[in-house]
């Protein structure tokens, strides 16, 4: 029995339908001699810390500073959920009768080690074979399945996928809980996280915030000289000019009056003449995060709603794989273009046009977004709709010929100094008859130069002749602050991270090989900074918030390598290094255990300054330790002892100073009734009713509480679980 393990369902019944007959099953699909499954992401998630202290799956022992950092000799997988474990029990009774496993993670890192990972922890050492899908359209699955790969050649990937988690569990795990002990022994609190990505991702956002802050407009100008019919040149200064700035801006309006003044009316000697001709091709194909780039100019859509799109339209069938950072095409699939503009109803296409994104070298692990030709389902969704107009149009537009276009330009000299005339005129539109997504939003929106082309073509000049500046103009401009981020900017940024970078070397490598982060990835970091309330949209925009800038500030002294995305975009470049290879992931955990103690120590001993309340100046009743003055949910104010040892909390009385102490006699609650087994420990939860009514079951040993889903035990109350139980629950952290 040949068993397939996919992804997700999608992709199972994409495989299935192309197999045969499929029988739908308890968790697979059963196809003649085969069986198709699936994993739903991660089922599986390596153990918390407070798993790791308490030395059991399901346990949770409180962390401790003293016991940071943790850096387990084992790593260690259970089910991420009880869904996840009837999963996992599903295909560990599929393998007990599979001869052979095929292994259709999707064609990522991330989709070669969700599988690996299951196949090793049920303990799996039969054949396996990797089936590399970009693409779920049948004709697409059929070449697939006819070119399957053996899985052992693809465990470096795996490798560096499996680093890849082991590592931003140790560097996000160890530093936030680093940061939480710290601010709770200063009488603070507050969930703050770190991670490995997005904390030097919401360094970028507020580097630009205080750019914008301590921005100061400066005034500039420039001097156009018109020339006799229409010709508007402007003035190139040297080097050695009197007044301009550092970026050659002229900042004296008193020098460009005096040159308007000695201009006008004067000679204009052509010195020199070009004229040729140019061409531009279509813009390549879309990868992930030129998707999201135009897809928030364009829509405004956020990169997450773009990537579930994407994602939405791959599972159908109708685009190719999304999450690629590459552009380029294989040359094999340059023969369905004609099938596939008939499918797209492009007029006017020529199918035998090739473009220089068809190239089978520049294709990696993935190729660029395109469309299969299957038809947009009735059911899509708006966004769906929309990223599939823009991958149809990027698609058609390299089936038309280059735009091509006349450039002259005019060099003349007046009364001694230098002034160009430029034009630009398009001969033919080509590809651009489609749309123009070629150019750069700056360009888009006339700012990519202070000096704009003449209106309409240059007459043919001939070096020597003699013309009359008829009259100097001076043209004021002032400079502009930089632009809070946008989904899409962000993207652009992460992905072009070499140029923050000042080291020459690092920024050689970067501009080659990395970015911060994956295109997997980036979506899901900036709505993980939103939902930490570190960073908050705005429109369009993307700002961080006070709790934002706060972290950052404290970080960039305390941890600065935390902060630095140059550091942590060098370790992606290791990463890559494991999946190619060229280095042992052994030697890449070495040096990331050496980081993480370094930075665990100092944001423990690190002065906190605004992340950590002020103290009172009144000492605890009980121990005389400074309090700290805090306010509830409900707005009250209180104070709690700074001593995590007391832990004490009093009210705070009008004239400032401790009260009675809260909850000092206030009974236990005594559950109402019994409820079902604990998932964890399997003891009798109870059956307790908050304020507002709403029931709840509740672990005794403290493992956890659900909300009560008729009698039964529903979604899991974490926030609630962690108030009664007053332990810690910490997630993964990238």
């Excluded at 992930?288 to 069938?317: C, I, N």
């Excluded at 079951?697 to 008729?710: E, M, R, T, V, Y």
Aim: glycine share 10%; charged share 25%.
């Amino acid at each position: 029995m040949r068993l397939f393990i996919a992804e997700k369902p999608s992709v199972a019944r994409a495989i299935a339908q192309t197999l045969g007959n499929a029988e739908k099953r308890d968790g697979f699909l059963a196809v003649g001699k085969a069986q198709v499954t699936w994993c739903r992401g991660h089922l599986l998630s390596l153990w918390t810390p407070e798993e790791v202290i308490a030395g059991k799956a399901g346990e949770r022992a409180r962390v401790d500073a003293s016991h940071l950092p943790i850096l387990p000799q084992s790593w260690k997988l259970r089910p991420r959920d009880a869904d996840a474990a009837r999963q996992i029990r599903v295909i560990a009774g599929l393998l007990k009768t599979a001869d052979e496993v095929v292994h259709a993670g999707d064609p990522d890192r991330e989709g070669q080690l969700l599988v690996d990972e299951v196949l090793h922890y049920l303990g799996w050492k039969g054949p396996t074979k990797r089936l590399w899908l970009s693409a779920m359209d049948p004709e697409s699955v059929k070449k697939a399945l006819a070119a399957l790969k053996d899985n052992a050649s693809m465990q470096a990937i795996s490798a560096s996928a499996e680093c890849r988690s082991q590592a931003d569990w140790m560097v996000g795990m160890n530093a936030s809980i680093a940061l939480a002990r710290n601010i709770q022994a200063k009488g603070g609190s507050g969930q703050w996280s770190i991670g490995r990505v997005q904390t030097p991702t919401l360094a970028l956002l507020v580097k630009r915030e205080e750019e914008m802050k301590n921005f100061q407009p400066r005034d500039y100008y420039l001097v156009a000289a018109h020339i006799r019919e229409g010709i508007k040149a402007w003035w190139r200064m040297g080097k050695d000019q009197e007044g301009i700035d550092e970026e050659n801006r002229l900042l004296h309006s008193e020098i460009a009056e005096d040159l308007v003044q000695r201009i006008s009316g004067q000679p204009a000697k052509v010195t020199a003449f070009t004229r040729k001709e140019g061409k531009r091709e279509a813009p390549l194909p879309y990868s992930l995060s030129t998707l999201q780039k135009t897809a928030s100019s364009r829509f405004g859509m956020s990169a997450a709603k773009t990537l579930a799109a994407a994602q939405e339209l791959y599972e159908a069938g109708v685009t190719t794989y999304p999450r690629t950072d590459c552009s380029y095409l294989p040359m094999e699939q340059h023969g369905d273009a004609a099938r596939i503009l008939q499918a797209l109803g492009i007029e006017g296409a020529d199918p035998a046009i090739r473009h220089g994104a068809w190239n089978t070298a520049r294709v990696e692990a993935h190729h660029g977004i395109i469309p299969t030709g299957q038809p947009l389902p009735g059911s899509a969704s708006r966004e769906a709709c929309q990223i599939f107009g823009l991958v149809r149009e990027s698609y058609a537009r390299l089936f038309f010929p280059p735009e091509r276009f006349e450039e002259r330009e005019a060099t003349f000299g007046i009364v001694g100094e230098t002034f160009v005339a430029k034009s630009r005129v398009i001969t033919d539109p080509g590809w651009t008859r489609l749309g123009d997504e070629g150019k750069g939003e700056e360009e888009k929106n006339g700012k990519g130069t202070d000096e704009q082309d003449t209106s309409g073509a240059l007459p043919i000049l001939d070096k020597g002749e003699e013309r009359v500046c008829e009259r100097g103009e001076v043209v004021a401009r002032r400079t502009q602050p930089p632009k809070p981020f946008t989904d899409g900017t962000l993207i652009t940024a992460m992905t072009r991270i070499h140029t923050l970078v000042e080291d020459p070397k690092r920024k050689a490598r970067l501009r080659e090989t990395s970015g911060l982060g994956t295109e997997a990835t980036r979506a899901g970091i900036i709505e993980t900074l939103i939902a930490r309330e570190y960073v908050e949209r705005r429109q369009k925009t993307l700002r961080p918030t006070k709790k934002g800038m706060q972290l950052i500030q404290t970080m960039r002294v305390a941890a600065p390598s935390i902060v630095d995305p140059g550091l942590t975009a060098i370790w992606e470049d290791g990463l890559a290094d494991i999946a190619s290879g060229r280095l042992v992931p052994s030697q890449f955990m070495a040096r990331q255990v050496e980081a993480v103690q370094v930075i665990t120590r100092k944001i423990l001993e690190a002065d906190l300054g605004g992340l950590a309340p002020k103290p009172s100046g009144i000492l605890c009743p009980l121990c005389q330790s400074a309090l700290v003055p805090r306010t509830s949910k409900k707005g009250n104010p209180f104070l709690t002892c700074s001593n995590t040892a007391c832990g004490a909390a009093f009210v705070q009385k009008t004239d400032g100073t401790a009260g009675a102490r809260i909850g000092e006699d206030r009974p236990a609650p005594q559950a109402e009734a019994e409820g079902p087994a604990c998932p964890r420990c399997k003891a009798t939860t109870g059956r307790f009713t908050t304020a507002r009514g709403h029931g709840y079951f509740q672990c005794p040993k403290g493992h956890g509480l659900w909300w009560d889903d008729n009698g039964k035990l529903g979604k899991e109350w974490e926030a609630r679980a962690q108030q009664k139980t007053g332990k810690s629950s910490t997630s993964r952290k990238i």
